[in-house]
T-cell receptor, first 113, second 113 residues
Framework: GENVEQHPSTLSVQEGDSAVIKCTYS??????FPWYKQELGKGPQLIID?????GEKKDQRIAVTLNKTAKHFSLHITETQPEDSAVYFC????????????FGTGTRLKVLA | ETGVTQTPRHLVMGMTNKKSLKCEQH?????MYWYKQSAKKPLELMFV???????ENNSVPSRFSPECPNSSHLFLHLHTLQPEDSALYLC????????????FGSGTRLTVV
């Protein structure tokens, strides 16, 4: 069935370093890929997304890259700060005809001061 | 208030109890969703409502019963739950019914004893 694999499950980095989280999806019809950040006691919050017609998107310290041939996409956070500590989820969705996102299992990021 | 509000934040219930979870969105969205979040598992879509009409039921057991009286309010009625139903239940809404741009609530942490 459809699934999204996310790695690593936990990631610790020193403040100021970069963090990379990777996801691989199985359904080649997927063409929308959002990333969510979930802080303790809160719901997931959309931080960046990418559609299949672009290979990279950047928003300040956050970037997402997409390789449709290999069916994987990655979240890059540069110059990490303690407030980046959270659980990050990737997801994949077909462009139309479904409300259903396939979520990854999450990555717990710890930024060490 | 703004965003998506869920009440209660925490709920402990016995297996014979009946309780309800409430979600309210103040964003003018027209689609609402219930998700289940369990530890180390991907988020699981439970129900989708589009303009108050249920458009998806993801094989959810009948002990979970959703209700959507209008496009701003969503309920999840619970009865005769099992301990394995303990999880974080998240409500989300989106502007258009194809699921882009989810806004999640903070969730209800449910414990079934």
């Amino acid at each position: 069935g459809e699934n999204v694999e996310q790695h690593p499950s936990t990631l610790s980095v020193q403040e100021g370093d970069s963090a990379v989280i990777k996801c691989t999806y199985s359904d080649s019809a997927s063409n929308y890929f959002p990333w969510y950040k979930q802080e303790l006691g809160k719901g997931p919050q959309l931080i960046i997304d990418i559609r299949s017609n672009v290979g990279e998107k950047k928003d300040q310290r956050i970037a997402v890259t997409l390789n449709k041939t290999a069916k994987h996409f990655s979240l890059h956070i540069t110059e990490t700060q303690p407030e980046d500590s959270a659980v990050y989820f990737c997801a994949a969705k077909k462009d139309s005809g479904t409300y259903k996102y396939i979520f990854g299992t999450g990555t717990r990021l710890k930024v060490l001061a | 208030e703004t965003g998506v509000t869920q009440t209660p934040r925490h709920l402990v219930m016995g297996m014979t109890n009946k309780k309800s979870l409430k979600c309210e969105q103040h964003l003018g969205h027209n689609a609402m969703y219930w998700y289940k979040q369990s530890a180390k598992k991907p988020l699981e879509l439970m129900f989708v409502y589009n303009f108050k009409e249920q458009t998806e039921n993801n094989s959810v057991p009948s002990r979970f019963s959703p209700e959507c009286p209008n496009s701003s309010h969503l309920f999840l009625h619970l009865h005769t739950l099992q301990p394995e139903d303990s999880a974080l239940y998240l409500c989300a809404s989106s502007q258009v019914p194809d699921g882009y741009g989810y806004t999640f609530g903070s969730g209800t942490r449910l414990t079934v004893v």
